[in-house]
């Protein structure tokens, strides 16, 4: 785990950069709050506020990304008041509590944009409860988090917009269907009811500090699609907690509360959520429970025995939804799974037709943005076969297999990256050779997703490069047909 979030490719530094820049808009949201006078409460609510406008935000394009900052406020600052003014009416609160983690997961099913403003919605009443906000602190709260939004946004936009130089991100579309078919519908429902689990359990454990179960709940639905994932993640979550619990209790809670070294710990804090959030889950959380102890340090209340509370929540969240993705409306695995590797093997298809159409010198074909679409792809496909190469996982067979496709996807990925190398030079030649293999790519593709098996073709070593390439990638996809499918007809997971 230690090795795969150091050694983890960063192309252009892009982790990196991010996490950097999410340093210095936090930072500077902190400041602006404070030179307006705004309380400890205001300053924290905030900092959260600049922390999520700078995570959550992924639109595909730098003024996607800017409309969807400048609606943060707008779903924010109502949830904000509506959670404020409940506090006194314990169910009234937990009953709309239970509804904003509905329509935040229901949201997704509207991509980027709504994944984000479900998220900032959801935060939003996570914090009026985390800081147990009253109606007379909504002014000051307000301006907290439009003037960090703001901040936020001064970095994102102007200081420091680095995906101005950068292609459009290919940011893949949940998979589809209508009514209950649909994995948004059901996750929605999944969500609502594991968070109505972590609510009543949470209580019975402490009445202060419940929304902590409902928060674990939350975060382990976010960015899965199927059982698996979510059971995965829950587990995840729990022993990045366990880790981060341990280290707080090294560092944090000598500090007492300190302002100047626990400002250092946050900072270090924020850059490790930003910089693991791509590669390591259980390392981001471990960063997000030291940032919460930090918390709970400068408002006075932080020791060993509130960790131990954390903890204890967080495993009552997970086992929530565990419990919802087990026993309501299940979404398995391998339907989630097919999914995503049907769509990664069409884009392998466009990507080559493509690049065959820029190699015959069609002005406009450029296989570059399909390129970055199947890096998107490859990585949804690998969240969604997590489960399958746990560790802990007991299907031996079927983890070799997963491995396997794993890896000759991988291998695709190569392939292409090194074909638009090559298309990408004006002075590429074409000749008959270069139609002929990418329309065998494509009728590979073609067959594999239609269920057929794939003709492996024995070719001499090419010296031309697009043609090694067009040929390692026919072979990799020959090969794909195997443990795509069991010999006796089973899928690649299990249901």
Known sequence: ??????????????????????????????????????SLTGTVTGGLAALLALFTVTDATVRGQAVTTALLPAVGLPVLAAAAGLQDHPVARDLAFLAVVGLGVYARRWGPRGHSLGVFAFMTCFAAQFLHARTDQLPELYASVVLSVLAAAAVRFGLWCYERRLPPAAVPAPPGGTGLARVTTRQAIQATAGAGFALVVGQLVSGQRWYWAVGATWWVFVNTASRGETLVRGFRRVLGTV????????????????????????????????YTAAVSYTWMMLWVTLLAAVLYGLLGVLG?????????????????????????????????????????????????????????????????????ELEQLLARVRLSVAPL????????????????????LDDCARE??????VVAD??????????????????????????????????????????????????????????????????????
Not at 23 to 36: D, E, Q, S, Y
Not at 252 to 269: E, K, R, Y
Request: glycine share 8%; hydrophobic share 55%.
């Open 243 to 274: 880790i981060g619990i341990g280290l707080a209790l090294l560092v944090v809670v000598p500090v007492h509360g300190d302002a100047l070294p626990a400002a250092l710990i946050l900072a270090v804090s924020v850059f490790g959520i930003f």
């Open 304 to 372: 060993p025995g509130l960790l131990a509370l954390r903890l204890v929540e967080t495993g009552v969240g997970a086992l929530g939804a565990a419990l919802a993705v087990t026993l309501v409306l299940p979404v398995t695995t391998h339907r989630v799974t097919d999914a995503w590797i049907q769509r990664a093997l069409h884009c392998v298809h466009a990507c080559t037709a493509q690049a065959a159409a820029r190699l015959a010198g069609v002005p406009d074909a450029d296989p570059a943005p399909k390129a970055a």
């Open 1 to 38: 785990m230690l090795k795969r979030v150091f050694t983890a490719a960063d192309p252009g530094r892009t982790r990196l950069r991010f996490a950097a820049r999410a340093v210095l808009g936090i930072g500077l949201a902190v400041v602006v709050c404070g030179l307006a006078g705004h």
């Open 389 to 408: 190469v746990h560790p802990l996982n007991p299907m031996r067979g079927r983890k070799r297999r997963a491995r396997r496709v794993l890896a000759l």
């Open 416 to 421: 292409i990256r090194g074909l638009v190398a």
């Open 426 to 495: 004006p002075e590429a030649s074409h000749d008959a050779r270069l139609t002929a293999a990418c329309r065998r790519v494509e009728a590979a593709v073609e067959a594999l997703t239609g269920g057929r098996d794939v003709a492996v073709r024995t070719a001499a070593a090419a010296t031309e490069p697009a043609l090694a390439h067009l040929h390692g990638l026919e072979r990799a996809l020959a090969e794909l047909a195997a443990p795509l499918r069991a010999p006796s007809g089973s899928p690649l997971v299990g249901a």
